[in-house]
Each structure stands twice: as structure tokens, then as C-alpha cells.
């Protein structure tokens, strides 16, 4: 899964130590793909029939208009700190607080997912865990395990990252090389199941298979440390989500070509389809993949989101409470309330019920800072920037149209729970604002 560097590590980084061309490229790659290809592809399947692929196109085109409106946003401002800067810029200091208060909440809600994610999978690889029982559990045991590792000021970075990058490419890579001489070109019909052409169909599968391109924001977030980014962050954004769409696409391909129907059905979808290639060998090399990949996010997030609330705190937004650290130096407030909010999340909801309210949330971030875009044109004129988005105000206004679309399309109850921390952030606001810088 996806995750965005907090505005105040990121401005503690020594200028020597800024970010060229390749870092950000295989930072934001990393910080895309996560636990959502390791199991959405069966829901693409359910939802869309082998026509998911088209969904995952279709997805790709709408996260690279928004990541051109971020690009063109980044390049007005020397500060980090992405959606809120721009949305605070754009609007004032409400539609900021709100941008930055959800953007906190988003990361719970994202680390809430992960601790699912994880219990889903390793439910595929010991199928007597596969009840909800276990995985309210296994949810618990990792989220305070997290937090007490947390709090006692343990600095893994280094090696999650590390760990993070050789887990979830390597093979899924293998995957793809070995699985395209196994595909069957009868899996592939009917392209589009009659049970589901629609266009309410085709709605939800791309609401819900979103999910996986979430992320793109962290790289925006972490531009104010690139050496470059006027020049190499519109080019970063293309390759980043070209690449991560190409590699969902193979995937998506093999698994219907593998599994066809079959992998409506699968908990496990990557896991399943290796393991009817390569037997046991497959089956375990992908799970032990799917768990390190999620692992190591889980751990990344935990140190990360508390982060996130701390920040808001640094600049007014919040109470101070949750800047203050204990005897390690670790801000213990945040920590737990963190934690224990992602795992109140966790224990509410299956892994792909909570990949969409994940999805959904994330353009409480993405419109406001394609709206900005039309707005810096006006009111920042005069600014010097490298870098305007083609073809005049159309992929903004794309942009807002389509996200828009696709959540008037969207569950309710799921929208509830993606939106819903911009109605919990109004009386913050209005307690908070005498603080507000």
C-alpha cells in the first residue's frame, strides 16, 4: 500500500541529502503498490468480469490526471506538505484544516486496512485462521504490537524499507515472467459477463480497484526534497504510474488467464494462481511475499501516521497533548490514539470493504488539489513555475468531473465512512483556530 512522508520529517532532511531523479521514482513506486494487488484482483474479477482490465486502464488514466494536478501544484510552492498546503493556499484556512485533518485520518484508515490486509493473507496461507474470530485477533495482536514497539522508540526505516522492496517486487516479477506461458485465451470470455455490463458495474470495480493506485500523493508530499522537482517531478509522476499500471495489468492478466471464473472466488488471488503453476513453491513464495510486503508497510505506517497528527499539532491544528514525547522521544499521545483508532477500524470491516472507504477518502485530498490548480492560475499568475499541465484547464477539470462521478456511484454507507472525518474536523476547526498559523 501507499504511503506519504509527514511535512515535518520531510523538512528535517538535510539539503545534502535531497532526492534525485531514481530515489523518487523507486519511492513512489514503493509507496503504490502495497497490499492491493496482493488481493483485489478477485474483486475485479467479480465486479467487472476479464474486462477488470480495462478498469485498471481506465483507474490509471483518472490517477495520472490527478498526479498531473499535483505536479503543477508543487511546482508554485517551495514548502512540502502537499494536498493541505495547496488546499490552505487555494481556500483559506478551513478547507486546509479539513484537507489536513482527513489526511490524518485517511493514514488511520489506510493502516487499518494493512492490519486487515495482513490477517486476509495469512489466512491464505493457514486456512483454519480464515474466520472472524482470527482476524479480530491477529488484528489486535499486530496494532498494539506495533504500538508498544512504537513506543519505546524502536527506528526500523532502514531496514522496512529495504525489506519492503525485495518483498513485493521480487515475486510478484517471478510471477509475471512465469505465469504469461500459462494463460488461457478461454478464460477471456465473455470479456464482459452479461450479469454485470453496467455502467453501476463498472463503477464499483473502479471505486474499489482505485484503491491500488492510492499512494501517488506520498511522492508529491516528499518533492520539496527532490534536487529538481520542477524539472523531474512531472516526468517522475508519468513513469511512476505508467510502470505500477503496466505491472497491475500483467497480474490482472495472469490471474484470469491462470484462474479464469474461478478467481471470482479466491481470498488469495495472486497466491492461488501461483500455486496452480508452481504447486507448493508458488503458493508459499508469493504468501511469504504478500506477508513481508504487508509486514513491512504495517511497521512504515505505524512509526508514520502518529507522525501525521503530530504535525497538525506543530502548527496549531490540533491539541499540543499530541506533540508531547515521552523518555524515549517518541510523541506517546499520538502513538496510541493512532493505533488504537486504526484498530478500531480494522475490526469493523473485511479487507475489501475497507479498501474502498480507503479509496473513497483519498479524494477528499485529490479534488481540492485539482480545483487548486484553476485557482493558482488565477491568483498566482505571476508566480514562476516550470511546469503547467497541457492542454489548458480540460485535465483538471477531467480530474474533478470523473472523481466526482465515481463517488456518486459509490455505497453510502462506505461514503459515510470515507467523508466522514470532514464533518468529525468542524469542531476542531473552531476550538483550534486561534492557534491556526
Not at 496482493?38 to 478498469?55: D, T
Not at 493514514?107 to 486476509?120: D, K, N
Not at 478461454?186 to 463498472?202: G, K, R
Not at 470493504?353 to 505571476?382: D, E, G, H, W
Amino acid at each position: 500500500m501507499k504511503k506519504a512522508i509527514p511535512m515535518h520529517h520531510v523538512q528535517t532532511i538535510k539539503k545534502s541529502h535531497k532526492m534525485g531523479f531514481w530515489t523518487i521514482l523507486l519511492f513512489g513506486i514503493n509507496g503504490i503498490i502495497g497490499s492491493g494487488i496482493f488481493l483485489l484482483p478477485n474483486e475485479g474479477m467479480k465486479l467487472f468480469g476479464p474486462a477488470s482490465l480495462l478498469v485498471l486502464g481506465f483507474d490509471a488514466l483518472l490517477i495520472l490526471t490527478i498526479g498531473l494536478c499535483f505536479a503543477e501544484d508543487a511546482s508554485l510552492f517551495k514548502e512540502t506538505g502537499g494536498p493541505y498546503v495547496y488546499a490552505k493556499a487555494a481556500f483559506g484556512n478551513f478547507v486546509g484544516y479539513e484537507v489536513g485533518f482527513v489526511t490524518w485520518a485517511i493514514r488511520i484508515i489506510a493502516e487499518g486496512t494493512l492490519y486487515v490486509g495482513f490477517a486476509t493473507a495469512l489466512a491464505g496461507v493457514f486456512p483454519q485462521l480464515n474466520n472472524i474470530m482470527a482476524k479480530d485477533i491477529i488484528v489486535t495482536i499486530l496494532a498494539l504490537s506495533l504500538m508498544s514497539m512504537n513506543l519505546v522508540g524502536v527506528q526500523v526505516a532502514s531496514i522496512v524499507n529495504n525489506v519492503i522492496t525485495v518483498s513485493k517486487l521480487v515475486p510478484l516479477i517471478i510471477f509475471i515472467a512465469v505465469g504469461i506461458w500459462f494463460i488461457k485465451g478461454p478464460n477471456f470470455t465473455p470479456f464482459v459477463p452479461a450479469a454485470v455490463a453496467n455502467t453501476s458495474s463498472f463503477s464499483l470495480a473502479a471505486i474499489t480497484m482505485f484503491y491500488v493506485f492510492t499512494g501517488v500523493e506520498g511522492a508529491v508530499v516528499a518533492a520539496g526534497e527532490m534536487k529538481n522537482p520542477q524539472k523531474d517531478l512531472p516526468h517522475v509522476l508519468i513513469i511512476i504510474i505508467l510502470a505500477v499500471a503496466t505491472f497491475y495489468i500483467l497480474i490482472q492478466a495472469v490471474c484470469i488467464g491462470v484462474l479464469g471464473s474461478s478467481l471470482a472466488n479466491s481470498v488469495t488471488p495472486v497466491q492461488d494462481a501461483f500455486a496452480k503453476i508452481a504447486g507448493g513453491f508458488g503458493k508459499y513464495l508469493i504468501a511469504a511475499g504478500t506477508l513481508l510486503s504487508i509486514g513491512g508497510i504495517c511497521v512504515s505506517s505505524s512509526f508514520i501516521t502518529p507522525r501525521s497528527g503530530v504535525a497538525m499539532a506543530n502548527h496549531g491544528m490540533m491539541p499540543k497533548m499530541l506533540a508531547e514525547k515521552n523518555r524515549f522521544g517518541v510523541p506517546y499521545h499520538a502513538i496510541i490514539i493512532s493505533a488504537l483508532l486504526g484498530l478500531a477500524i480494522a475490526l469493523s470491516g473485511t479487507f475489501n470493504t475497507l479498501a474502498q472507504i480507503s479509496a473513497v477518502s483519498r479524494f477528499a485530498q485529490y479534488i481540492p488539489s485539482c480545483i487548486a490548480v484553476l485557482v493558482f492560475r488565477k491568483t498566482m499568475k505571476n508566480r514562476k513555475s516550470d511546469f503547467k499541465i497541457p492542454f489548458g484547464w480540460l485535465i483538471p477539470v477531467v480530474a474533478v468531473t470523473v472523481s466526482v462521478l465515481l463517488l456518486s456511484q459509490t455505497n453510502l454507507v462506505n461514503l459515510a465512512w470515507g467523508f466522514g472525518a470532514l464533518l468529525v474536523a468542524v469542531p476542531f476547526y473552531f476550538l483550534s483556530r486561534k492557534n491556526f498559523d
